[in-house]
């Protein structure tokens, strides 16, 4: 066997990391990272994102006893200060997602580090914590994003895909945490849908959400098999709406039934990483 | 079409073609828009299949006693001498996909003829031999195709996705002493299930396909495959079926196949070299 499982806290079998990217509307910046989020249907998406979705998750959250990870626009926490802050309050870990969601690749390093900065300040203001997690943007990026929000304090970034368990992030002078994800586990990019602007660009049509579901438990029995981290990426607009919530509370009583699952924040994940590196030294 | 007979009374012939392919797909299209050199998300999700999916991949193919071939870009042959060591190690076939998947290889003979052993000069300095099989990533020239198809070393090309029939190679029209083992689409994980929502793949950004469609969709070109008797392979990818669930795809997959004796599974270089053997002594071939 050239794979062989990685080791979890109180030997619990593998990781499952709820996360949720509150994009509210720039969600659209995931499709196109260049495209203005000033739209009213954008606009409108985002407020219902917040009012209806965003409380039906946190309710689930709540039933489940889960603490989730929430990946915020500094934008997006001032816009809406009083739901961020009710989420902080609830213990859910807020990290931050850029400011305005920024396409970094674009970016000269010093704009990049402008708009982290902003970003970090922001949730600062409205939660009252610098947050310690770092979410990209969707878009492209440089090793000088990763750089920086290092330097700028985060201890892990969650924005690459390159593996299925945390590893570090070689930056060169330092290493830097990463807590990998998959686009196959992320709610949006099977319903996201909008007429004008095409969302997504070739106007596929939704997915089946019990398939969806299903994909979602085929990951989970690999995770779960080779004792993986199962990052999974919520979005209340999408989650949180009447006909999907039930795909959250599915997935979650398939984890649970199954048995051995450590449920972590992304912050959680980072200190037991780093206990073992303390140990390794 | 005429119906062959494979070892062991198979029905149909079926290599697992890994298309080890790492970055450079993921590079490729970036690599020329501003900035794009210095993009490193996209090309994250190729590094899964070195970081990961291709030791998940060599799992399974052992655990189910399956010998495979994986057509590798030689900048990767070279990048990962210990990964590739292990496949090989494995009993695993490495086949010759370019030399960093760009499909431009060159606008002479001489160019074209040079990219491609620099290629196999890289695959022989790695592995002690060189490819026998070549999955190209781009057109040739016919007289560098020609060339090519007459060094003793060239076996066979993997690459029409609209056949189904093993044939020898033709070019211009003439047939060449190449083997020509079809790879069809309905055998590749990644129009099924890659997904970057920038840059854009798959263009448009259609929705993952369902893991339970997939395995369907491979199974019915199996029973396809032996219904008509063909002779196979896929281009699957470790960065796409490594994952831990997809890869429970794969593993299903080979439940069928070994449990499944109308279907002979080996690399592609044996079943081009028993397929050649028999044209040639015109046996086990019933016309």
């Known amino acids: ?144 994003t990763l750089i920086l929000a290092k330097e700028l304090g985060f201890s892990y970034s969650s924005s690459l895909y390159a593996n299925d368990t945390p590893y570090y992030n070689d930056l060169g002078t330092s290493k830097f945490l990463e807590i990998p994800i998959h686009w196959s586990l992320y709610d949006l990019p099977y319903f996201a849908f909008d007429f004008s602007p095409c969302i997504p660009s070739g106007q596929s049509r939704i997915a089946c959400s019990d398939k969806v579901l299903n994909n979602w438990k085929w990951e989970y029995d690999g995770f779960h098999k080779y004792g993986a981290c199962y990052v999974l990426q919520l979005d209340p607009q999408c989650i949180g709406s009447q006909g999907k919530i039930y795909m959250l509370e599915e997935i979650l009583n398939y984890i649970i039934e199954k048995g051995g699952a450590w449920f972590a924040t992304g912050c959680e994940i980072f200190d037991y990483y780093d206990e073992l590196k303390e140990k390794l030294k | 079409m005429n119906k062959l007979i494979w070892p062991n009374g198979a029905k149909c012939a079926f290599s697992f073609g890994w298309d080890l392919d790492g970055d450079t797909i993921w590079r490729n299209k970036v690599v020329n828009i501003p900035n794009g050199e210095n993009y490193i998300r996209s090309r994250s999700i190729g590094l899964y299949g070195i970081m990961k999916g291709a030791h998940r991949i060599l799992d399974i193919m052992e655990k189910y006693k399956l010998k495979s071939t994986w057509f590798i870009p030689a900048e990767n042959v070279e990048r990962y001498p210990e990964l590739i060591q292990d496949i090989v190690s494995c009993g695993h076939e490495i086949a010759n996909h370019g030399l960093d998947h760009s499909d431009f290889y060159g606008n002479t003979i001489e160019e074209q003829l040079n990219n491609i052993s620099q290629s196999q000069d890289i695959i022989r300095r790695i592995t002690g031999k060189s490819a026998a099989g070549f999955r190209l990533t ?63 793949v798959l263009v448009g950004q259609p929705r993952i396909a369902p893991y339970k469609d997939v395995l369907s969709n491979f199974i019915r070109e199996f029973e396809g495959a032996i219904r008509f008797g063909s002779a196979i392979t896929s281009a699957f990818h470790p960065q796409v079926s490594g994952t831990p669930g997809k890869a429970e795809i794969i593993e299903r997959l080979c439940e069928y196949i070994t449990s499944n004796s109308d279907v002979w599974c080996t690399t592609c270089e044996e079943i081009a070299t028993h397929w050649k053997k028999c044209m040639e002594e015109d046996t086990h071939v019933c016309k």
């Open chain 1, 1 to 144: 066997m050239f794979v062989n499982k990685a080791k979890w806290p109180n030997g619990m079998n593998n990781a499952v990391m709820i996360s949720v990217n509150l994009d509210a509307e720039y969600y659209v910046r995931i499709f196109d990272p260049d495209l203005s989020a000033d739209n009213k249907s954008f606009q409108d998406m985002g407020q219902k994102s917040i009012e209806i979705g965003l409380p039906r998750l946190l309710d689930v959250l709540n039933r489940y006893g889960i603490k989730a990870t929430f990946f915020v626009p500094g934008a997006i926490a001032e816009k809406y200060a009083d739901a961020l802050y009710s989420v902080a309050e609830l213990g859910h870990e807020i990290a931050c997602h850029g400011y305005e969601h920024e396409h970094m690749g674009v970016l000269s390093r010093e704009e990049q580090y402008k708009v982290i900065q902003k970003g970090i300040k922001a949730i600062q203001n409205v939660c009252g914590k610098v947050p310690a997690g770092f979410r990209a943007p969707e878009g492209e990026i440089t090793t000088d």
């Open chain 2, 138 to 200: 781009g057109p040739l020239l016919p007289e560098a195709e020609e060339i090519l198809s007459k060094d003793n070393n060239t076996l066979y090309f993997s690459y029409d996705i609209t056949e189904e029939k093993i044939d020898f190679h033709t070019v211009n029209g003439n047939r060449t002493s190449v083997v020509k083992l079809p790879c069809p689409l309905g055998l590749d994980d990644y129009i099924q299930m890659v997904y970057s929502s920038y840059p854009q």
